[in-house]
DNA sequence: CGCGACGTTGATTTGCCTCAACGATTGTGG
DNA sequence: CCACAATCGTTGAGGCAAATCAACGTCGCG
């Protein structure tokens, strides 16, 4: 897989042989829009790499309310990383934003192959790490920044994302109603 | 080193002489009450590991509010990761809450044990993904719970920092202002 | 066509902030 | 050991950003 590969070399080098080595350990999967790759109270068995389509993750508060953790568009992971490492249900749900093609991988594969291939421990240990960073920088811009600096960041960081996506989960992933999003942005046309 | 050998122990099987090696790469260092680790502008060339004492991480905004990300405790590893992995001055002040000894690691040294030491490279990979998880729980509650529902979990969570800490800190990590937090406090007594 | 999800707009409410004043506590130098 | 400043916590009045609730137009889709 072109994509995988490419992926994987950002981070460390990789023979062709090694590649095949994972892909034997991983499954093909679709997922067709507005379906579940995964709901809260199931354990995420595994890890995707998304090849082609988009998928979210998000959880549902109390008051019915979805909070969008993370986009995956092609070339990314995604899971409920809680569920992942310590094997119990999650409360994340996975669903398609569009028709999405899949690599999974189990934990259990993953393991084994942290053994078998040193690399993909430290693959998985750097993308962790930018993982990381990207989270908390998040959490701080949601403490220090206003809404509208908010979806002004939104639209920098993923400028391809914006007129593809239903607004109500760019609200949702801003943290602020869809009603407040359509009111800041028709302010926006006389400012 | 008692604490460190107790510390990786949890997440990995080590033996006398390969703490050994790792603690030649470290060095003492000890900060007092107030004094920074790290600025903001500065490159965090280590991460440190706090043996006794007590360190926190935080941002400073445009406003000049402080947000704390994390508080570390004995036991714990603090540093600025945006800057530590890329090398480049971060936005993150690390300073001390009370007079604290800690154990510095270079990047450089953590990429060389990474290397000589391929245990110590699996004991990252699962102690960033657990700060992951950790990281992107805390993203939810800050969407979802109100005020006074994350006042609660910083109860349930650092039961032992509350009475040790300032309330403008806890305010701060809970995304309050004092004089919020104050006042929660009182319509608490009644309620 | 007709239904259901989405986006818009307006009136009203509210959670939390701002600013200001005032004790209480801490710590620091004389 | 005290005087003083500095920081912290409390309380109150008022303000604002964003939520809530409700009504209505629109669009994609079965």
């Not at 992926?7 to 350990?25: A, G």
């Not at 992942?84 to 991988?105: C, M, V, Y």
């Not at 259990?108 to 750097?126: G, V, W």
Request: contains cysteine; glycine residues 4%; charged residues 25%.
């Amino acid at each position: 897989m072109e994509l995988l590969l490419h992926t994987f070399s950002k981070h460390i080098n990789i023979t062709e042989q090694e590649l095949t080595v994972v892909l034997n350990r991983m499954r093909k999967k679709t997922v067709k829009k507005k379906q579940y790759l995964l709901q809260a109270d199931q354990v995420a068995k595994d890890a995707a790499f998304v090849v082609s389509g988009c998928l979210r993750s998000y959880s549902i508060d109390d008051n019915g309310f979805e909070h969008i953790l993370q986009f995956a568009p092609p070339g990314w992971w995604i899971t409920d990383m809680f569920s992942f490492i310590s094997e119990q249900p999650g409360n994340l749900f996975i669903d398609a934003i569009e028709n999405t093609e899949l690599l999974l991988l189990s934990r259990k594969d993953q393991l084994a192959l942290f053994d078998e291939l040193p690399k993909l421990e430290r693959y998985f240990r750097i993308v962790t790490e930018k993982s990381l960073v990207n989270s908390r920088q998040r959490l701080v811009e949601n403490l220090s920044l206003t809404a509208k600096e908010r979806y002004e960041r939104f639209c920098n960081i993923y400028p391809t994302l914006i007129n593809t996506l239903p607004q109500k989960q760019i609200a949702s992933f801003i943290g602020v109603t869809p009603e407040f999003l359509s009111k800041m942005k028709s302010q926006w046309l006389k400012g």
